[in-house]
T-cell receptor, first 113, second 115 residues
Framework: AQSVTQLGSHVSVSEGALVLLRCNYS??????LFWYVQYPNQGLQLLLK??????LVKGINGFEAEFKKSETSFHLTKPSAHMSDAAEYFC???????????FGQGTELSVKP | DAGVTQSPTHLIKTRGQHVTLRCSPI?????VSWYQQVLGQGPQFIFQ???????GRGNFPDRFSARQFPNYSSELNVNALLLGDSALYLC??????????????FGEGSWLTVV
């Protein structure tokens, strides 16, 4: 069965610092991988996705993630945090095209001035 | 273009009642899914519909049901509401076309409180 593990339910960084949110997945086949962001009292917004091809994926708002098959990881990074990045971030995996998303528990990102 | 739209945005129901939540997908999308997000957790898959047929079902009791209409909009129905059904219900639409497409877009959700 597929599963997603997000290390750290809460991450706090200073404004301008590197953001690193960790995601590991378990899957018997190479999956499709996603990162979503959720601002308070809102739905989920797609940040980026990996399907095939280049393993470094660039998304919106300066975020990027790298698919590492050998480490079964898909960590999300941003070189310089902004106050507006404070939100809940979810990593998700999909096994087949058009299939269901399996989400991690989420990581709350706080940005200190 | 309009994104995924859901209604109502907030509602309060009493235990034992029934609720219907509605969703309109992004224009051109034929796949609709429903997810339940309990406070402090990641969303959990409930149903997926594609071309008006159920394509997947999560680990939810039979009190949960859904359908998709010819215009690809969808309804989620929950009977005999329990306190534990209180959650944000998210609808998602996808550009899946049978053998391709896998970008899933979410609506703002319907907040259900059961008292």
């Amino acid at each position: 069965a597929q599963s997603v593990t997000q290390l750290g339910s809460h991450v706090s960084v200073s404004e301008g610092a590197l953001v690193l949110l960790r995601c590991n997945y378990s899957s018997s086949v190479p999956p499709y991988l996603f990162w979503y962001v959720q601002y308070p009292n809102q739905g989920l917004q797609l940040l980026l996705k990996y399907t095939t091809g280049a393993t470094l994926v660039k998304g919106i708002n300066g975020f990027e993630a790298e698919f590492k098959k050998s480490e079964t990881s898909f960590h999300l990074t941003k070189p310089s945090a902004h106050m507006s990045d404070a939100a809940e971030y979810f990593c998700a995996v999909m096994r087949n095209q058009g299939g269901k998303l399996i989400f991690g528990q989420g990581t709350e990102l706080s940005v200190k001035p | 273009d309009a994104g995924v739209t859901q209604s109502p945005t907030h509602l309060i129901k009493t235990r034992g009642q029934h609720v219907t939540l509605r969703c309109s997908p992004i224009s051109g999308h034929k796949s609709v899914s429903w997810y339940q997000q309990v406070l402090g957790q990641g969303p959990q898959f409930i149903f997926q519909y594609y071309e008006k047929e159920e394509r997947g079902r999560g680990n939810f009791p039979d009190r949960f049901s859904a359908r998709q209409f010819p215009n690809y909009s969808s309804e989620l129905n929950v009977n005999a509401l329990l306190l534990g059904d209180s959650a944000l219900y998210l609808c998602a639409s996808s550009d899946y076309r049978g053998r391709s497409g896998n970008t899933i877009y979410f609506g703002e959700g319907s907040w259900l409180t059961v008292v």
